[in-house]
């Protein structure tokens, strides 16, 4: 499964294509890729690795419970396929870029299994790093790096 770190900054052109970072690039096929909003306003690039555990996830989801049916149909309708082009682009719908709030620059960020992409000013308003403390956030999961 490929891994995804660090933060790369790219320039979305006039028709809403961006290119993808290189090192991201070198670990994707260019199919199989799905776009769809993420949480805390970005976008999420899933590889066809990460999409099928999601899937497996979202089979899980009762259409009996109401809660679930909306989060199915949520999660439906902002999700699009989307592959690399011969330059190493991908091309985000007009929607998913309104709705993240990107209009030139676009944040990437690896998340080790997917790839968040960002408006610049809602990637620093995320962080929260006024808010919120690296180490204490750390300590209350319990991780030890």
């Not at 961006?18 to 306003?41: H, I, K």
């Not at 690795?49 to 809660?67: D, F, P, Q, T, Y």
């Not at 309104?98 to 620093?124: C, M, N």
Request: net charge negative.
């Amino acid at each position: 499964m490929p891994e995804f770190t660090g933060t790369y900054t790219h320039t979305l052109d006039s028709k809403g294509r961006v290119s993808v970072p290189a090192v991201y690039r070198r670990q994707l096929t260019g199919e199989g890729l799905y776009l769809n909003l993420g949480l805390d306003g970005c976008i999420v690039l899933y590889t066809p690795e990460k999409w099928e555990a999601v899937k497996e996830e979202l089979s899980r989801l009762s259409r009996g419970r109401e809660r679930e049916r909306f989060f199915l149909r949520r999660f439906a309708r902002f999700l699009h396929p989307v592959s690399l082009d011969a330059q190493g682009r991908i091309m985000v719908p007009s929607e998913l870029l309104s709705r993240a709030g990107i209009s030139g620059e676009v944040v990437f960020l690896g998340q080790l299994e997917s790839i968040e992409l960002w408006s610049p000013d809602r990637f620093e308003s995320a962080s929260g790093e006024e808010e919120l403390s690296f180490e204490q956030v750390a300590e209350d999961l319990g991780i030890n790096i």
